[in-house]
Every structure is written in structure tokens, then in C-alpha cells.
T-cell receptor, first 118, second 106 residues
Framework: GAVVSQHPSRVICKSGTSVKIECRSL??????MFWYRQFPKQSLMLMAT?????????EQGVEKDKFLINHASLTLSTLTVTSAHPEDSSFYIC??????????????FGQGTRLTVV | GENVEQHPSTLSVQEGDSAVIKCTYS??????FPWYKQELGKRPQLIID?????GEKKDQRIAVTLNKTAKHFSLHITETQPEDSAVYFC?????FGPGTRLSVLP
């Protein structure tokens, strides 16, 4: 399968600071990238969907000013958690999708980033 | 928007038995249904997927069926092995179900 690289894998930051997470598709062009948040022993909650060159579409309840998403190229998307607080501590994971056929896509996940805000 | 339900939330089977996980979705426009396996502390891995123009797909011990009319799809694992123990997630396009924790008992 295709390779998606996400960095960093772990980050600890102080409350009030910002953290940037990168998601790269290494061997294919990702038309769409998805950002998820996963709490312990729970499912992946879709935060936002981003298409290259356009603004991200955020899911209901996700603060777009707090979780800034940039999708500047077909191989890179970034998620910036601004003014992080302890409740933002979570596992964040991206997936990059490529189009296989009309209206069908295949998505691959990054390794995930475990964010701890202290 | 899309809503995906998944059952059961936990499933224990004896090694060698079959396991079945079922999902339903709400958006009839969804046309891609992947299944992911997530082991503890690791990223989800795509194990099989099915598209709306197909009713069934099989890959060795894993099979998936799709009923577009009823808007449900299922994952079937035969001859289960201890290494099949993990959390399995279904998805309708980019929306995930809540997951099923499968335990295969030796």
C-alpha cells in the first residue's frame, strides 16, 4: 500500500503553546487529507477534511480557529493545535486519500501523533 | 451527514471459529466501505474494502458483504487466530464506526 508519514509521533508541550503536526503522502498525490482525533479505547472522530489549495471543511463541534489545517500541496497537510490546553491531549491521526476510480478513493493512515499538554 | 453504527462492541471467539462484525450507515450516497484493523498503540491498517458496485469481496480468511438497499455491510473472518485480536473499525467513506474489540481465545 501507499505510504503516509506523520510527524512527530509524540509531542509534549506546555499549556498555551501551539503544536504543528505534519502529514505527508510519500509515494502518491493525495487529493484529500483527513484529520482524526482518537481518545483511548474509542473510535476515530473525524475533525476535518482538507483538499489541496482550498479551505478545510470542519466537522460540527470542531473549532477551526483552534485546529488550523493547511493543505498547501498534494503531498502535505498540517494540523496546528493553537493555544493548547490539557483537554487537547489526545491521539491525532491523519489519512491521505487518492482517487482510484470516479467517486471512489482509497485512504491510508499516518502513524499518528500522541499529544500531551502539560 | 453520515452516521455509522457498528455491532458488537466486543466479541470473543475461540481460535478457529468465525467472527462477524456488522455495520450500518445512513448516507445512501456513500460508495466506499473500508475496514481497518488497529492493534494497540498502532495506526489503523486497511484490511479490506468494498465499493458500492460490488456485493461481496473475499481475501483469504477475510470477506466483506454489502447490502446497499439496506445500507449495511459486514466483515467476516474465518478460522480466527490469536493474531486477529485487535480493534476493527468499519467506515463509510471517511466516517468511522465506533469499533469492535475482537479477542480470539487460544
Amino acid at each position: 500500500g501507499a505510504v503516509v508519514s506523520q510527524h512527530p509521533s509524540r509531542v509534549i508541550c506546555k499549556s498555551g503553546t501551539s503544536v504543528k503536526i505534519e502529514c505527508r503522502s510519500l509515494d502518491f498525490q493525495a487529493t484529500t487529507m483527513f484529520w482524526y482525533r482518537q481518545f483511548p479505547k474509542q473510535s476515530l472522530m473525524l475533525m476535518a477534511t482538507s483538499n489541496e489549495g482550498s479551505k478545510a471543511t470542519y466537522e460540527q463541534g470542531v473549532e477551526k480557529d483552534k485546529f488550523l489545517i493547511n493543505h498547501a500541496s498534494l503531498t502535505l497537510s498540517t494540523l496546528t493545535v493553537t493555544s493548547a490546553h490539557p483537554e487537547d491531549s489526545s491521539f491525532y491521526i491523519c489519512s491521505a486519500a487518492r482517487v482510484l476510480l470516479i467517486l471512489t478513493t482509497e485512504a491510508f493512515f499516518g502513524q499518528g501523533t500522541r499529544l500531551t499538554v502539560v | 451527514g453520515e452516521n455509522v453504527e457498528q455491532h458488537p462492541s466486543t466479541l470473543s471467539v475461540q481460535e478457529g471459529d468465525s467472527a462477524v462484525i456488522k455495520c450500518t450507515y445512513s448516507d445512501s450516497a456513500s460508495n466506499y466501505f473500508p475496514w481497518y484493523k488497529q492493534e494497540l498503540g498502532k495506526r489503523p491498517q486497511l484490511i479490506i474494502d468494498i465499493r458500492s458496485n460490488v456485493g461481496e469481496k473475499k481475501d483469504q480468511r477475510i470477506a466483506v458483504t454489502l447490502n446497499k438497499t439496506a445500507k449495511h455491510f459486514s466483515l467476516h473472518i474465518t478460522e480466527t487466530q490469536p493474531e486477529d485480536s485487535a480493534v476493527y473499525f468499519c467506515a463509510a467513506s471517511s466516517v468511522f464506526g465506533p469499533g469492535t474489540r475482537l479477542s480470539v481465545l487460544p
